[in-house]
């Protein structure tokens, strides 16, 4: 293979889909991806565990099937759970891996973006660690930036999504206190690789979710991930 082409297979900082600038905590919650999928979008979702605290070991130790469901009442509800993201970005910016971008993580569950369902088959899933409705600090801004521009280095990045925006109704990840303007600015991508409601307003109405329905904050609890 021509050295330009294997570069545009696997350009700097890149490795078997593990992005050489974070710090891999491999999970063992993922497959696959289907044949010839093409890897176009990025879901933002938000996680803390338990919810609004900050800084522990328990996302690490959820998707690495190690969490002490007995450790906290909340806990209790995530019983059993097998989920995953490819990344999770820390309160202070830290990046964390845990599967390979070239594989599906768990993070989407039943999912419908671009006209396209199950949304785990061929995206990209970015955990934000923070609580729906709460704002997010501007060093995770900054990382996920970067990772934005990292990923799409690799992967034909068209799109960008909240999990809210993939699964209205039913999720409402990361919500109102994530700021779609500023990702955008950062980025430097266009508009229309961005949710239209989140290019109207800080504040949108999401198109086909139920203003007045609430969902308990947290992790990706309430529905298989698979
Ligand atoms: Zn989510």
């Known amino acids: 293979m021509p050295a330009e082409a294997q570069a545009q297979a696997q350009p700097a900082g890149w490795r078997d889909g593990w992005l050489e600038s974070a710090l891999a905590v491999p999970s063992p919650n993922y497959g696959p991806r289907p044949n010839g999928a093409l890897i176009d979008l990025l879901v933002v979702h938000s996680i803390s565990l338990p919810p609004g605290q900050y800084g522990g070991p328990e996302i690490e130790q959820l998707f690495g099937n190690r969490l002490d469901w007995d450790a906290h009442p909340y806990f209790a509800g995530l019983r059993g759970l097998e989920v995953s993201s490819h990344f999770l970005i820390r309160r202070d910016g830290t990046l964390l891996q845990f599967v390979s971008c070239d594989d599906r993580a768990w993070h989407a569950g039943r999912s419908c973006w671009r006209g396209r369902e199950n949304c785990n088959d061929d995206s990209i899933g970015i955990e934000l660690e923070g609580l729906e409705g709460e704002p997010f600090e501007p060093v995770q801004y900054r990382t996920l930036a970067d990772l934005c521009q990292a990923l799409a280095l690799r992967y034909a990045i068209a799109h960008v999504a909240g999990h809210e925006h993939i699964a209205p109704g039913r ?40 203003p007045g329905k609430t969902v308990a904050p947290g992790p990706d609890s309430t529905a298989a991930m698979q």
């Open 171 to 210: 999720k409402l990840d990361p919500g109102p206190g994530f700021d779609w303007a500023q990702l955008r600015q950062a980025t430097r991508w266009p508009a229309d690789r961005f949710p239209l409601a989140t290019v109207a307003g800080r504040n949108p109405v999401i198109s086909g979710a139920d």
